[in-house]
Protein backbone atom coordinates (compact mmCIF):
# COMPACT_ATOMS: atom_id res chain seq x y z
CA UNK A 1 0.00 0.00 0.00
CA UNK A 2 2.87 2.21 0.84
CA UNK A 3 4.52 1.84 -2.47
CA UNK A 4 1.19 2.54 -4.18
CA UNK A 5 0.91 5.80 -2.29
CA UNK A 6 4.48 6.98 -3.13
CA UNK A 7 4.14 5.79 -6.53
CA UNK A 8 0.73 8.04 -6.80
CA UNK A 9 2.60 11.03 -5.35
CA UNK A 10 5.44 10.35 -8.00
CA UNK A 11 2.90 10.72 -10.54
CA UNK A 12 1.34 13.72 -9.08
CA UNK A 13 4.66 15.53 -9.09
CA UNK A 14 5.41 14.63 -12.45
CA UNK A 15 2.35 16.26 -13.86
CA UNK A 16 1.97 19.68 -11.58
CA UNK A 17 5.78 20.32 -13.45
CA UNK A 18 4.29 19.41 -16.62
CA UNK A 19 1.65 22.41 -15.64
CA UNK A 20 4.00 24.78 -14.07
CA UNK A 21 6.46 24.00 -17.48
CA UNK A 22 3.59 24.68 -19.60
CA UNK A 23 1.96 27.83 -17.90
CA UNK A 24 2.25 31.42 -19.18
CA UNK A 25 5.62 32.86 -19.46
CA UNK A 26 4.73 36.58 -18.09
CA UNK A 27 8.31 35.96 -16.06
CA UNK A 28 10.35 37.81 -18.29
CA UNK A 29 7.85 41.35 -17.81
CA UNK A 30 7.73 40.38 -13.65
CA UNK A 31 12.03 40.45 -14.13
CA UNK A 32 12.21 43.56 -15.77
CA UNK A 33 9.81 45.21 -12.85
CA UNK A 34 11.88 44.07 -10.01
CA UNK A 35 14.36 46.28 -8.30
CA UNK A 36 17.05 44.22 -9.03
CA UNK A 37 16.57 44.68 -12.87
CA UNK A 38 19.08 46.78 -14.54
CA UNK A 39 18.19 48.83 -17.81
CA UNK A 40 20.83 48.80 -21.00
CA UNK A 41 22.80 51.78 -19.22
CA UNK A 42 23.90 49.89 -16.20
CA UNK A 43 27.52 49.04 -15.95
CA UNK A 44 30.91 50.18 -15.76
CA UNK A 45 33.58 52.21 -14.12
CA UNK A 46 33.93 56.31 -14.39
CA UNK A 47 37.18 56.89 -13.87
CA UNK A 48 39.35 60.35 -12.73
CA UNK A 49 41.89 61.47 -10.92
CA UNK A 50 42.60 64.46 -8.74
CA UNK A 51 44.91 65.39 -5.59
CA UNK A 52 44.76 62.95 -2.51
CA UNK A 53 41.83 63.61 -0.04
CA UNK A 54 42.82 65.27 3.24
CA UNK A 55 39.43 64.57 5.76
CA UNK A 56 37.02 62.38 4.53
CA UNK A 57 34.58 62.56 7.97
CA UNK A 58 31.57 64.74 6.22
CA UNK A 59 32.05 67.08 9.11
CA UNK A 60 35.39 68.14 8.55
CA UNK A 61 35.70 68.54 4.29
CA UNK A 62 38.28 70.91 3.62
CA UNK A 63 39.08 70.30 -0.10
CA UNK A 64 37.66 69.99 -3.92
CA UNK A 65 38.85 66.42 -3.65
CA UNK A 66 37.30 65.76 -0.21
CA UNK A 67 34.11 67.11 -0.98
CA UNK A 68 33.70 65.42 -4.36
CA UNK A 69 34.38 62.07 -2.81
CA UNK A 70 31.99 62.21 0.17
CA UNK A 71 29.21 63.35 -1.80
CA UNK A 72 29.26 59.49 -3.23
CA UNK A 73 28.89 57.81 -0.50
CA UNK A 74 26.14 59.86 1.37
CA UNK A 75 23.18 62.26 0.56
CA UNK A 76 21.87 65.35 1.99
CA UNK A 77 18.17 65.90 3.01
CA UNK A 78 17.91 68.76 0.86
CA UNK A 79 19.72 68.56 -2.53
CA UNK A 80 20.75 71.85 -4.55
CA UNK A 81 20.55 71.82 -8.11
CA UNK A 82 22.64 73.31 -11.34
CA UNK A 83 20.97 76.67 -10.79
CA UNK A 84 21.50 76.52 -7.03
CA UNK A 85 17.77 75.81 -6.44
CA UNK A 86 16.23 73.30 -4.09
CA UNK A 87 15.19 69.98 -5.92
CA UNK A 88 12.81 68.15 -3.65
CA UNK A 89 13.03 64.91 -5.91
CA UNK A 90 16.35 64.11 -5.32
CA UNK A 91 16.90 64.81 -1.68
CA UNK A 92 16.28 62.52 1.21
CA UNK A 93 13.10 64.79 2.10
CA UNK A 94 10.13 64.44 0.24
CA UNK A 95 8.07 67.17 1.90
CA UNK A 96 9.26 70.11 3.64
CA UNK A 97 7.89 73.71 4.82
CA UNK A 98 8.40 76.47 7.00
CA UNK A 99 6.55 78.66 8.84
CA UNK A 100 5.48 82.25 8.31
CA UNK A 101 8.17 83.63 10.08
CA UNK A 102 10.65 80.90 8.70
CA UNK A 103 11.80 80.22 12.13
CA UNK A 104 9.99 76.43 12.79
CA UNK A 105 11.07 73.94 9.59
CA UNK A 106 9.58 70.78 9.44
CA UNK A 107 11.13 67.88 7.21
CA UNK A 108 8.92 64.39 6.14
CA UNK A 109 11.63 61.58 5.12
CA UNK A 110 11.57 58.92 2.55
CA UNK A 111 10.91 55.66 3.63
CA UNK A 112 13.07 52.98 3.09
CA UNK A 113 16.63 54.38 2.63
CA UNK A 114 19.19 52.37 3.98
CA UNK A 115 22.66 53.22 5.02
CA UNK A 116 25.42 50.44 3.81
CA UNK A 117 25.40 48.46 6.27
CA UNK A 118 21.28 47.51 5.78
CA UNK A 119 20.36 49.78 8.88
CA UNK A 120 17.12 52.41 7.93
CA UNK A 121 17.42 55.88 8.14
CA UNK A 122 15.38 57.44 10.51
CA UNK A 123 14.86 61.13 11.44
CA UNK A 124 17.45 60.43 14.43
CA UNK A 125 20.06 60.26 11.96
CA UNK A 126 19.58 63.48 10.59
CA UNK A 127 19.22 65.15 14.29
CA UNK A 128 22.01 63.16 14.77
CA UNK A 129 23.84 64.45 11.23
CA UNK A 130 22.83 68.04 12.36
CA UNK A 131 23.25 68.56 15.66
CA UNK A 132 27.06 66.95 16.03
CA UNK A 133 27.58 70.05 12.72
CA UNK A 134 26.60 72.37 15.27
CA UNK A 135 28.88 71.04 18.18
CA UNK A 136 31.32 73.27 19.26
CA UNK A 137 32.85 70.62 21.39
CA UNK A 138 32.93 68.72 17.64
CA UNK A 139 34.31 72.04 16.11
CA UNK A 140 33.31 71.34 12.50
CA UNK A 141 33.11 74.84 10.13
CA UNK A 142 29.24 74.59 9.97
CA UNK A 143 29.27 75.45 13.89
CA UNK A 144 28.52 78.79 13.18
CA UNK A 145 26.58 78.60 10.52
CA UNK A 146 24.31 76.34 12.74
CA UNK A 147 24.28 78.21 15.53
CA UNK A 148 21.15 80.18 14.75
CA UNK A 149 19.17 76.45 15.57
CA UNK A 150 17.92 76.50 18.63
CA UNK A 151 16.70 72.72 19.00
CA UNK A 152 16.25 69.71 16.85
CA UNK A 153 13.60 66.99 17.16
CA UNK A 154 12.43 63.82 16.01
CA UNK A 155 8.56 63.40 16.81
CA UNK A 156 8.58 60.26 14.76
CA UNK A 157 10.48 58.05 12.59
CA UNK A 158 10.21 60.19 9.31
CA UNK A 159 9.71 63.81 10.86
CA UNK A 160 12.15 66.21 11.59
CA UNK A 161 12.40 70.01 13.24
CA UNK A 162 14.57 73.03 13.16
CA UNK A 163 13.78 75.47 15.91
CA UNK A 164 15.90 78.35 15.24
CA UNK A 165 16.37 81.64 17.14
CA UNK A 166 15.58 83.93 14.07
CA UNK A 167 13.95 83.79 10.82
CA UNK A 168 16.04 82.73 8.23
CA UNK A 169 14.72 82.68 4.55
CA UNK A 170 17.59 80.77 3.13
CA UNK A 171 17.45 77.94 5.64
CA UNK A 172 17.27 75.19 3.10
CA UNK A 173 20.20 76.18 1.17
CA UNK A 174 21.96 76.27 4.83
CA UNK A 175 20.88 72.55 5.61
CA UNK A 176 22.28 72.03 2.23
CA UNK A 177 26.20 72.58 2.76
CA UNK A 178 28.35 70.35 1.51
CA UNK A 179 29.47 69.03 5.24
CA UNK A 180 25.93 68.10 5.86
CA UNK A 181 26.07 65.04 4.55
CA UNK A 182 23.39 62.40 6.34
CA UNK A 183 25.63 59.95 8.63
CA UNK A 184 24.88 56.73 10.91
CA UNK A 185 24.14 58.06 14.38
CA UNK A 186 25.22 54.76 15.64
CA UNK A 187 28.82 55.30 13.75
CA UNK A 188 32.14 56.00 16.17
CA UNK A 189 34.59 56.16 13.29
CA UNK A 190 33.55 59.08 11.10
CA UNK A 191 37.18 59.18 9.40
CA UNK A 192 37.34 55.56 8.64
CA UNK A 193 33.69 54.36 8.71
CA UNK A 194 31.90 56.09 5.42
CA UNK A 195 28.14 54.30 6.42
CA UNK A 196 25.99 56.71 4.09
CA UNK A 197 23.19 56.69 2.44
CA UNK A 198 24.94 57.87 -1.05
CA UNK A 199 24.53 55.62 -3.96
CA UNK A 200 28.43 54.28 -3.98
CA UNK A 201 30.36 52.29 -1.43
CA UNK A 202 33.86 53.00 -0.49
CA UNK A 203 35.32 49.40 -1.62
CA UNK A 204 39.10 50.28 -1.06
CA UNK A 205 40.67 53.16 0.19
CA UNK A 206 44.58 53.20 -0.25
CA UNK A 207 45.49 57.47 1.56
CA UNK A 208 48.90 57.65 -1.30
CA UNK A 209 47.27 55.81 -4.27
CA UNK A 210 43.19 55.40 -4.88
CA UNK A 211 39.93 55.17 -3.77
CA UNK A 212 37.51 53.08 -5.00
CA UNK A 213 33.48 53.02 -4.64
CA UNK A 214 30.71 50.79 -6.04
CA UNK A 215 27.47 51.00 -6.61
CA UNK A 216 25.03 50.62 -3.94
CA UNK A 217 22.35 47.95 -4.91
CA UNK A 218 19.99 49.55 -2.65
CA UNK A 219 19.96 52.79 -3.01
CA UNK A 220 16.72 54.72 -3.08
CA UNK A 221 16.71 56.20 -6.13
CA UNK A 222 15.02 55.39 -9.64
CA UNK A 223 15.06 56.47 -13.22
CA UNK A 224 11.98 57.69 -14.95
CA UNK A 225 11.40 54.01 -15.95
CA UNK A 226 11.65 52.97 -12.79
CA UNK A 227 15.32 51.23 -13.24
CA UNK A 228 17.53 51.72 -9.94
CA UNK A 229 20.09 54.65 -9.81
CA UNK A 230 22.88 54.98 -9.82
CA UNK A 231 23.72 53.52 -13.50
CA UNK A 232 27.33 53.09 -13.23
CA UNK A 233 29.08 49.89 -11.42
CA UNK A 234 31.53 51.64 -9.71
CA UNK A 235 33.84 54.95 -9.51
CA UNK A 236 37.95 55.18 -9.43
CA UNK A 237 39.65 58.19 -8.45
CA UNK A 238 43.13 57.87 -8.68
CA UNK A 239 45.94 60.22 -6.66
CA UNK A 240 48.32 61.93 -8.81
CA UNK A 241 49.55 65.43 -7.69
CA UNK A 242 50.33 67.06 -11.00
CA UNK A 243 47.61 68.36 -13.20
CA UNK A 244 49.45 67.94 -16.58
CA UNK A 245 49.65 63.90 -15.72
CA UNK A 246 46.11 63.93 -14.64
CA UNK A 247 45.25 65.83 -18.06
CA UNK A 248 47.63 62.74 -20.08
CA UNK A 249 45.78 60.36 -18.23
CA UNK A 250 42.68 61.48 -19.28
CA UNK A 251 43.64 61.97 -23.04
CA UNK A 252 45.57 58.21 -22.89
CA UNK A 253 42.98 56.77 -21.83
CA UNK A 254 43.68 55.58 -18.18
CA UNK A 255 40.76 57.94 -17.11
CA UNK A 256 37.32 58.84 -18.26
CA UNK A 257 36.70 62.02 -16.31
CA UNK A 258 38.14 65.03 -14.70
CA UNK A 259 36.59 67.82 -12.79
CA UNK A 260 38.03 71.04 -12.06
CA UNK A 261 40.29 71.57 -15.23
CA UNK A 262 43.40 73.86 -15.41
CA UNK A 263 42.42 76.20 -17.82
CA UNK A 264 45.63 76.31 -19.87
CA UNK A 265 44.15 72.50 -20.89
CA UNK A 266 41.17 73.57 -22.69
CA UNK A 267 42.35 74.49 -25.76
CA UNK A 268 43.84 71.20 -26.61
CA UNK A 269 41.19 69.35 -25.10
CA UNK A 270 38.79 71.47 -27.31
CA UNK A 271 40.30 70.26 -30.34
CA UNK A 272 40.54 66.67 -29.08
CA UNK A 273 37.45 64.52 -31.11
CA UNK A 274 37.32 62.20 -28.38
CA UNK A 275 36.94 64.42 -25.91
CA UNK A 276 33.88 66.62 -24.13
CA UNK A 277 34.65 69.82 -22.24
CA UNK A 278 31.66 71.07 -20.56
CA UNK A 279 31.90 74.63 -18.87
CA UNK A 280 28.76 76.74 -16.51
CA UNK A 281 29.70 80.19 -14.73
CA UNK A 282 30.08 80.03 -10.99
CA UNK A 283 31.11 81.59 -7.48
CA UNK A 284 34.07 79.74 -7.97
CA UNK A 285 37.02 81.97 -7.02
CA UNK A 286 41.04 82.05 -5.73
CA UNK A 287 40.90 84.62 -3.05
CA UNK A 288 44.24 86.37 -2.73
CA UNK A 289 44.08 87.18 0.84
CA UNK A 290 45.77 89.31 3.61
CA UNK A 291 46.24 89.06 7.01
CA UNK A 292 44.71 92.09 8.99
CA UNK A 293 45.69 91.76 12.33
CA UNK A 294 49.00 91.67 12.11
CA UNK A 295 52.00 92.74 10.00
CA UNK A 296 51.91 94.87 7.07
CA UNK A 297 48.27 93.87 5.86
CA UNK A 298 46.95 95.28 9.19
CA UNK A 299 47.29 98.50 7.35
CA UNK A 300 44.45 99.33 5.82
CA UNK A 301 46.62 101.58 3.22
CA UNK A 302 48.28 99.21 2.59
CA UNK A 303 45.68 96.80 1.99
CA UNK A 304 44.37 99.67 -0.48
CA UNK A 305 47.57 100.30 -2.06
CA UNK A 306 47.97 96.33 -3.25
CA UNK A 307 44.58 96.59 -4.30
CA UNK A 308 44.97 99.25 -6.46
CA UNK A 309 48.23 97.97 -7.65
CA UNK A 310 46.29 95.10 -9.05
CA UNK A 311 44.93 94.59 -12.97
CA UNK A 312 42.14 91.96 -12.90
CA UNK A 313 41.87 91.55 -16.31
CA UNK A 314 44.94 90.86 -16.87
CA UNK A 315 44.95 88.05 -14.21
CA UNK A 316 42.43 86.44 -15.60
CA UNK A 317 43.28 86.56 -19.17
CA UNK A 318 47.08 85.91 -18.52
CA UNK A 319 45.96 82.66 -15.93
CA UNK A 320 42.93 81.20 -17.21
CA UNK A 321 42.48 82.18 -20.45
CA UNK A 322 39.39 84.54 -19.82
CA UNK A 323 37.46 81.31 -18.56
CA UNK A 324 35.23 83.92 -15.94
CA UNK A 325 34.43 86.94 -15.09
CA UNK A 326 36.56 89.63 -12.90
CA UNK A 327 35.90 90.31 -9.02
CA UNK A 328 35.63 93.07 -7.14
CA UNK A 329 37.59 91.96 -4.06
CA UNK A 330 34.39 90.82 -2.72
CA UNK A 331 33.23 87.47 -2.31
CA UNK A 332 30.22 87.68 -3.70
CA UNK A 333 29.94 87.52 -7.62
CA UNK A 334 28.24 87.81 -10.38
CA UNK A 335 26.46 84.57 -10.09
CA UNK A 336 23.97 85.73 -6.97
CA UNK A 337 22.06 87.73 -9.24
CA UNK A 338 20.83 91.06 -7.37
CA UNK A 339 22.49 90.38 -4.22
CA UNK A 340 26.11 91.14 -6.77
CA UNK A 341 26.75 95.25 -6.84
CA UNK A 342 27.44 95.89 -10.63
CA UNK A 343 30.26 98.18 -10.32
CA UNK A 344 32.95 98.69 -12.69
CA UNK A 345 36.03 96.72 -12.43
CA UNK A 346 38.69 98.67 -10.59
CA UNK A 347 41.16 99.85 -12.46
CA UNK A 348 44.94 100.01 -12.23
CA UNK A 349 46.61 102.85 -10.24
CA UNK A 350 50.73 102.59 -9.92
CA UNK A 351 50.64 106.18 -8.88
CA UNK A 352 47.78 105.82 -6.38
CA UNK A 353 49.30 102.34 -5.01
CA UNK A 354 52.92 103.72 -4.09
CA UNK A 355 51.62 106.82 -2.79
CA UNK A 356 49.36 104.42 -0.67
CA UNK A 357 52.53 102.39 0.57
CA UNK A 358 54.05 105.82 1.00
CA UNK A 359 51.92 106.99 3.63
CA UNK A 360 51.53 103.32 5.48
CA UNK A 361 55.46 103.39 5.76
CA UNK A 362 56.80 102.25 2.74
CA UNK A 363 58.12 104.63 0.66
CA UNK A 364 61.56 102.23 0.07
CA UNK A 365 59.64 99.09 -0.58
CA UNK A 366 58.32 96.15 0.81
CA UNK A 367 58.87 92.48 0.90
CA UNK A 368 56.11 89.57 1.32
CA UNK A 369 55.94 86.21 1.33
CA UNK A 370 52.78 84.66 -0.70
CA UNK A 371 52.34 80.77 0.26
CA UNK A 372 49.92 78.90 -1.92
CA UNK A 373 48.97 75.84 -3.73
CA UNK A 374 51.09 74.51 -6.47
CA UNK A 375 47.93 73.31 -8.38
CA UNK A 376 46.88 75.19 -11.41
CA UNK A 377 45.95 77.76 -11.86
CA UNK A 378 47.18 79.24 -8.89
CA UNK A 379 51.19 79.73 -9.39
CA UNK A 380 50.15 81.54 -13.03
CA UNK A 381 47.86 83.95 -10.65
CA UNK A 382 50.66 84.63 -8.02
CA UNK A 383 53.37 84.97 -10.79
CA UNK A 384 50.98 87.50 -12.57
CA UNK A 385 50.43 89.26 -9.69
CA UNK A 386 54.20 89.51 -7.85
CA UNK A 387 55.09 90.95 -12.00
CA UNK A 388 52.05 93.86 -10.78
CA UNK A 389 53.26 94.30 -7.64
CA UNK A 390 56.96 95.12 -8.26
CA UNK A 391 55.60 98.43 -10.65
CA UNK A 392 54.40 99.71 -6.87
CA UNK A 393 57.74 98.59 -5.04
CA UNK A 394 56.34 95.48 -3.71
CA UNK A 395 58.56 92.47 -4.08
CA UNK A 396 56.60 89.52 -3.43
CA UNK A 397 57.96 85.64 -2.87
CA UNK A 398 55.87 82.75 -4.21
CA UNK A 399 56.33 79.86 -1.48
CA UNK A 400 54.10 76.89 -3.54
CA UNK A 401 53.34 73.52 -1.58
CA UNK A 402 51.58 70.72 -2.11
CA UNK A 403 47.53 70.95 -1.31
CA UNK A 404 47.42 68.69 1.09
CA UNK A 405 50.72 70.51 3.08
CA UNK A 406 48.53 73.75 2.60
CA UNK A 407 45.42 72.44 4.30
CA UNK A 408 47.14 70.05 6.66
CA UNK A 409 47.40 69.66 10.00
CA UNK A 410 49.55 72.42 10.92
CA UNK A 411 46.69 74.66 9.09
CA UNK A 412 49.39 76.66 6.77
CA UNK A 413 46.10 78.33 5.14
CA UNK A 414 44.84 80.16 7.86
CA UNK A 415 48.46 81.00 9.88
CA UNK A 416 50.37 82.56 6.52
CA UNK A 417 50.76 86.22 6.19
CA UNK A 418 49.40 85.92 2.71
CA UNK A 419 48.36 83.46 0.50
CA UNK A 420 46.23 81.70 -2.58
CA UNK A 421 43.32 80.04 -1.37
CA UNK A 422 40.46 78.45 -3.36
CA UNK A 423 37.21 79.08 -2.02
CA UNK A 424 33.81 76.82 -3.94
CA UNK A 425 30.83 78.02 -4.95
CA UNK A 426 28.21 78.22 -2.45
CA UNK A 427 24.04 78.56 -2.97
CA UNK A 428 24.07 81.91 -1.74
CA UNK A 429 26.41 84.85 -0.14
CA UNK A 430 25.94 83.67 4.12
CA UNK A 431 27.88 81.49 4.38
CA UNK A 432 30.73 83.26 2.67
CA UNK A 433 30.24 85.77 5.75
CA UNK A 434 29.82 83.10 8.26
CA UNK A 435 32.95 80.80 7.69
CA UNK A 436 35.74 83.35 6.18
CA UNK A 437 35.03 87.08 7.14
CA UNK A 438 33.02 88.03 10.61
CA UNK A 439 34.93 88.11 13.49
CA UNK A 440 35.90 84.85 15.02
CA UNK A 441 34.91 83.29 11.95
CA UNK A 442 36.39 79.47 11.57
CA UNK A 443 38.00 79.85 8.56
CA UNK A 444 38.68 83.61 8.66
CA UNK A 445 42.40 82.88 7.02
CA UNK A 446 42.76 86.82 6.64
CA UNK A 447 42.38 87.21 10.65
CA UNK A 448 39.37 89.96 9.70
CA UNK A 449 37.18 91.27 12.62
CA UNK A 450 35.12 94.25 11.50
CA UNK A 451 32.68 95.08 14.15
CA UNK A 452 30.27 96.86 10.89
CA UNK A 453 30.24 93.76 8.67
CA UNK A 454 29.26 91.70 11.70
CA UNK A 455 26.69 93.62 12.28
CA UNK A 456 25.39 93.62 8.44
CA UNK A 457 26.03 90.04 8.51
CA UNK A 458 23.52 89.26 11.05
CA UNK A 459 21.36 91.25 9.46
CA UNK A 460 20.84 89.76 6.25
CA UNK A 461 20.85 86.81 8.04
CA UNK A 462 17.62 87.19 9.18
CA UNK A 463 15.91 89.84 6.69
CA UNK A 464 12.85 88.64 5.29
CA UNK A 465 12.09 91.26 2.48
CA UNK A 466 14.06 90.57 -0.53
CA UNK A 467 14.67 94.42 -1.31
CA UNK A 468 15.99 94.53 2.20
CA UNK A 469 18.47 91.95 1.67
CA UNK A 470 19.70 93.38 -1.33
CA UNK A 471 20.29 96.46 0.02
CA UNK A 472 22.69 94.92 2.85
CA UNK A 473 24.26 92.56 0.45
CA UNK A 474 24.97 95.55 -1.20
CA UNK A 475 26.41 97.50 1.45
CA UNK A 476 28.73 94.71 2.31
CA UNK A 477 30.18 94.56 -0.58
CA UNK A 478 31.11 98.34 -0.66
CA UNK A 479 32.83 97.81 3.11
CA UNK A 480 34.83 94.72 1.22
CA UNK A 481 35.76 97.55 -1.87
CA UNK A 482 37.10 99.96 0.78
CA UNK A 483 38.73 98.22 3.55
CA UNK A 484 38.62 94.22 3.20
CA UNK A 485 41.48 91.69 3.47
CA UNK A 486 41.45 90.06 0.23
CA UNK A 487 41.35 90.76 -3.68
CA UNK A 488 39.76 88.28 -6.02
CA UNK A 489 40.82 88.60 -9.51
CA UNK A 490 38.17 86.71 -11.06
CA UNK A 491 35.63 84.50 -10.36
CA UNK A 492 36.14 81.12 -12.80
CA UNK A 493 33.86 78.75 -15.36
CA UNK A 494 33.30 75.39 -13.84
CA UNK A 495 34.80 72.85 -16.10
CA UNK A 496 35.25 69.25 -16.93
CA UNK A 497 36.11 67.29 -19.93
CA UNK A 498 35.10 63.44 -20.17
CA UNK A 499 35.56 61.00 -22.82
CA UNK A 500 32.52 61.46 -25.39
CA UNK A 501 31.01 58.19 -24.36
CA UNK A 502 30.64 59.47 -21.09
CA UNK A 503 26.99 60.33 -20.92
CA UNK A 504 24.23 62.09 -18.90
CA UNK A 505 26.55 64.53 -17.61
CA UNK A 506 24.84 68.00 -16.66
CA UNK A 507 26.63 70.89 -15.90
CA UNK A 508 26.25 73.23 -12.46
CA UNK A 509 26.93 76.65 -11.57
CA UNK A 510 27.37 75.55 -7.58
CA UNK A 511 30.33 73.47 -6.63
CA UNK A 512 32.33 72.04 -9.14
CA UNK A 513 32.38 68.78 -7.58
CA UNK A 514 28.52 68.83 -7.14
CA UNK A 515 27.78 67.49 -10.79
CA UNK A 516 25.39 64.87 -10.16
CA UNK A 517 27.01 61.33 -11.31
CA UNK A 518 23.47 59.07 -10.34
CA UNK A 519 22.68 59.48 -13.69
CA UNK A 520 25.91 59.33 -15.43
CA UNK A 521 26.40 56.09 -17.85
CA UNK A 522 29.13 55.04 -20.23
CA UNK A 523 27.54 54.79 -23.79
CA UNK A 524 28.88 51.66 -25.87
Known amino acids: MLKKLSILLLLLLAFSLVLISCGPTETVDEEAESPEALSPKHGGTLSSAYYAPGNLDPAFLSTVIDEYIARQFSDHLVFIDEDNLPDITRSVAEHW????????????????????????????????TYDRLRDPDIGAATVGMYENIIDITAPDDYTVIFELAESNTDFLMDLADYHALIMDADNDDFATNWNGTGPFMVERYEPEDRIILVRN?????????????????????????????????????????????PTEFIPGLEADPDIVVYQAPSNTTYVLRMRSDEGPASDVRVRQALKAGTDRSAILEGAVGGLGTTGRDTPIGPAYGDFYLDVPEPERDVEKAIELLEEAGYGDGLDITITTQESSPIPAIATIWKEQMADIGVNVDIQLVPSDIYY??????????????DWGARPYPQPYLDLAYTCGAPWNESHFCDPELDELAAAVAKEMDHDERVRLYHEIQELFIERGPIIIPFFINNLWAAHENVKGLVPTSGLGTAMDLRAVYLED
Do not use: C
Not at 105 to 126: A, C, P
Not at 412 to 421: D, K, N, Q, R, S
Open 408 to 421: GADDMWLEAPFGIT
Open 97 to 128: EGDEDAKIWTFKLRQGIMFHDGKEMTSLDVKF
Open 217 to 261: PNYWMTDADGYPLPYLDSMEIIFLSDSTAQIEALRGGQINYLFYL
